[in-house]
């Protein structure tokens, strides 16, 4: 069983930065990919980031390339994303997702086994 916890939302200025951080459980953290998606009010989950097991090269959604890093720390059982250059329609709840069975990156929600309870970011224009 793996349990994400998510904290470092907040409410914020358009142009303001934010760093989200997921703290995870488990002894096989390292072997996790790890994604962070996004649910914005009336709209469906959409990918965000994702770095593999081995810390490769990390996917990003297009809407976020160049504002958004994503990283992790093995040692500490924790992912963090970097959000820079906010904008309004980055207002969501971010969540923090763990792919136990296969290392690789996904920008699908589904192939996510486990999921944090999610942070509220708020971009005021």
């Known amino acids: 069983q793996v349990q994400l916890v998510e904290s470092g939302g907040g409410l914020v200025q358009a142009g303001g930065s934010l760093r989200l951080s997921c703290a995870a459980s488990?002894?096989?953290?390292?072997?996790?990919?790890l994604g962070w998606f996004r649910q914005a009010l009336g709209k469906e989950r959409e990918f965000v980031a994702a770095?593999?097991?081995?810390?490769?090269?990390?996917d990003y959604a297009d809407a976020v390339k160049g504002r958004f890093t994503i990283s992790r720390d093995n040692a500490k059982n924790t992912v963090a994303l970097q959000i820079n250059s906010l904008k309004p329609e980055d207002t969501a709840l971010y969540y923090c997702?763990?792919?136990?069975?296969?290392?690789?990156?996904?920008?699908?929600?589904?192939?996510?086994?486990?999921w944090g309870q999610g942070t509220q970011v708020t971009v005021s224009s």
């Open positions: 997702a763990a792919r136990l069975n296969n290392g690789v990156t996904s920008r699908f929600a589904d192939h996510y086994a486990y």
């Open positions: 488990g002894r096989t953290f390292s072997t996790y990919a």
């Open positions: 770095m593999g097991w081995s810390g490769s090269i990390p």
